[in-house]
């Protein structure tokens, strides 16, 4: 297996087919965009990564990711899976970083499949407008744990391969947290959504990967 996989889905199709694992809830493709098509309030909406030559595999727990959002997010908290445990049977211990819209703030949470802790949070620079990017780099293990948060207007890659270390500029802010619990070793992921509101969960152009790359 090649050390720091890529991988990214542009969703131009008309189904997700065997790329993606859906954990809970309920994702399709419509006109070309990733849509959560029944959510529920307080209860995310997760699916994993487990295509590609090496199914999902990152080569390593230092990972990022990018997402564009296609819709104004009004009510619905966009973000990634990192660090999961597998691309198959139940999800277990992981981080779910996302941009909580409503009160524009970042939050860094660990999930065993659903929520257990929030282990940091910081505000953001405003509300995710349509067509907006988001994206997070994490690295270093237990209370070493750092998770950079990003968002942009445009592709910050310009439409190339995601370099969070040389393209993307500073974050919006970086967090870390003394106390887990943590997850160290996972080297898949994907992406949630967490909201009430189908019209305002959309997102497209998702990539992934292990810094190194």
Same mark, same amino acid.
Request: aromatic share 12%.
């Given at each position: 297996?090649?050390?720091?996989?890529?991988?990214?889905?542009?969703?131009?199709?008309?189904?997700?087919?065997?790329?993606?694992?859906?954990?809970?809830?309920?994702?399709?493709?419509?006109?070309? #965009?990733?849509?959560?098509?029944?959510?529920?309030?307080?209860?995310?909406?997760?699916? &994993?990564? &487990?295509?590609?030559?090496?199914?999902?595999?990152?080569?390593?727990?230092?990972?990022?990711?990018?997402?564009?959002? &296609?819709?104004?997010?009004?009510? *619905?908290?966009?973000?990634?899976?990192?660090?999961?445990?597998?691309?198959?049977?139940?999800?277990? %211990?992981?981080? #779910?970083?996302?941009?909580?819209?409503?009160?524009? +703030?970042?939050?860094? +949470?660990?999930?065993?499949?659903?929520?257990?802790? *929030?282990?940091?949070?910081?505000? %953001?620079?405003?509300? /995710?407008?349509? /067509?907006?990017w988001i994206g997070f780099a994490i690295t270093g293990s237990g209370p070493n744990t750092e998770v950079s948060l990003y968002r942009w207007s445009?592709?910050?890659?310009?439409?190339?391969?995601?370099?969070? /270390?040389?393209?993307?500029?500073?974050?919006?802010?970086?967090?870390?947290?003394?106390?887990?619990?943590?997850?160290?070793?996972?080297?898949?992921? %994907?992406? &949630?959504?967490?909201?009430?509101?189908?019209?305002?969960?959309?997102?497209?152009?998702?990539?992934?990967g292990g810094q190194g790359n």
């Amino acid at each position: 297996m090649p050390a720091f996989t890529q991988y990214s889905d542009d969703f131009d199709r008309s189904s997700l087919g065997p790329d993606w694992l859906v954990d809970r809830l309920s994702f399709a493709i419509v006109s070309n #965009e990733l849509a959560e098509t029944a959510p529920k309030t307080n209860a995310p909406a997760q699916m &994993r990564w &487990r295509g590609g030559a090496s199914g999902g595999d990152t080569g390593t727990p230092n990972q990022y990711g990018k997402l564009q959002i &296609r819709s104004p997010l009004t009510k *619905t908290p966009a973000g990634f899976i990192a660090r999961s445990n597998a691309p198959t049977g139940p999800l277990a %211990g992981h981080y #779910e970083i996302h941009f909580k819209t409503d009160t524009k +703030e970042w939050r860094w +949470e660990y999930y065993n499949p659903l929520w257990q802790a *929030t282990l940091g949070s910081c505000a %953001g620079d405003g509300t /995710l407008a349509a /067509l907006d990017w988001i994206g997070f780099a994490i690295t270093g293990s237990g209370p070493n744990t750092e998770v950079s948060l990003y968002r942009w207007s445009a592709d910050p890659d310009a439409g190339g391969p995601p370099n969070p /270390l040389a393209a993307w500029g500073p974050p919006d802010c970086v967090l870390q947290s003394a106390t887990g619990p943590f997850a160290d070793t996972g080297q898949y992921g %994907g992406i &949630r959504f967490y909201g009430n509101d189908p019209a305002n969960s959309r997102a497209d152009n998702w990539s992934f990967g292990g810094q190194g790359n």
